[in-house]
């Protein structure tokens, strides 16, 4: 007789995760059921529960924001932070598992109040506190949200609309046009 196979439970943790950042960039927190994402993981829905305690803790794992490394160097200014943003969270390769990044994520889910008060934990206390210690001047907060919304709507028209433009344009003249507008902020 066979013994019984053994899980592999960093596997199958991340086949979870990975469904899970699916589902909710597809269908949001509200439209997303457990045995959903547990289907797609080829496991049973307890584990869900077994591994991230309920659906909430899921999704808040499936939609942790990592700032890929480099962002956020000391002593770069605003249009180099604006860049590497653009670079690697705007126009970023999406990963296959969830093909969105976990900003986009939690926008398509931003109805629910927790999720409303993540996000502007991570946009108002990370992100743009960040840029706005880079800005000089008595306004450094609003030149910082401006461009936080820039990049914010493009991540929108480019993940969540599909504009026709942005989505296949040149990159590097993307990256250029957001340079020459962080640019004239920074000098404003």
């Given at each position: 007789m066979n013994a019984p196979k053994r899980r592999d439970r960093a596997a199958t943790r991340s086949a979870l995760l990975d469904a899970a950042r699916r589902r909710f960039a597809e269908h949001g927190f509200d439209g997303t059921g457990v045995r959903e994402i547990a289907a797609d993981a080829g496991v049973d829905?307890?584990?869900i529960f077994r591994y991230f305690g309920s659906k909430q803790d899921l999704f808040a794992e499936?939609?942790?924001a990592?700032?890929?490394?480099?962002i956020g160097e000391p002593g770069t200014g605003p249009v180099g932070l604006a860049d590497?943003?653009?670079?690697?969270?705007?126009?970023?390769t999406r990963p296959a598992s969830g093909?969105?990044?976990?900003?986009?994520?939690?926008?398509?889910?931003a109805g629910r109040p927790e999720v409303r008060a993540r996000l502007h934990e991570e946009v108002c206390d990370g992100y743009?506190?960040?840029?706005a210690r880079r800005f000089e001047g008595e306004d450094a907060a609003l030149r910082a949200e401006l461009v936080g919304a820039l990049l914010l709507g493009m991540g929108v028209m480019r993940d969540l609309v599909d504009s026709p433009v942005l989505p296949g344009a040149d990159p590097d003249r993307v990256r250029a046009l957001v340079a020459d507008m962080v640019a004239a902020l920074e000098r404003a």
């Open positions: 829905p307890t584990l499936a939609s942790k990592e700032v890929p490394e480099g590497a943003l653009v670079r690697e969270v705007v126009l970023g093909g969105e990044h976990p900003l986009m994520l939690m926008l398509r889910s743009l506190a960040d840029l």
